[in-house]
């Protein structure tokens, strides 16, 4: 998943490129290195919230899944990661 810093120095993600115009003025691609020294330094999420979101399916993912397999199997496909990576 992308991830984009704004001038800000605020962390943005973007897993589907045609929805880059929604991202802040000045933004620039960044890697996941860089993106996770920022977080850390910044203190911005909990190292689970990151972590989560770098394996969640993407949101075109989940709306299929939703639309095929229902409520139910998109909540069991989101536990799976919620349980590898437990609040703290």
Excluded: T
């Excluded at 810093?5 to 993600?13: G, M, S, V, W």
């Excluded at 960044?30 to 190292?47: C, F, G, H, T, W």
């Excluded at 075109?60 to 609040?87: C, M, N, T």
Aim: net charge negative; charged share 25%; hydrophobic share 35%.
């Amino acid at each position: 998943m992308p991830h984009y810093k704004d001038n800000n120095n605020q962390i943005h993600f973007l897993d589907n490129p045609e929805f880059g115009h929604l991202l802040p003025d000045g933004c620039v691609e960044i890697n996941d290195e860089e993106a996770n020294s920022i977080l850390v330094a910044n203190a911005l999420i909990k190292p689970y919230v990151y972590q989560r979101a770098a394996e969640y399916p993407s949101f075109a993912d989940q709306f299929d899944l939703l639309y095929h397999g229902g409520y139910d199997a998109w909540k069991e496909v989101i536990q799976i990661v919620k349980d590898k990576y437990p609040k703290e």
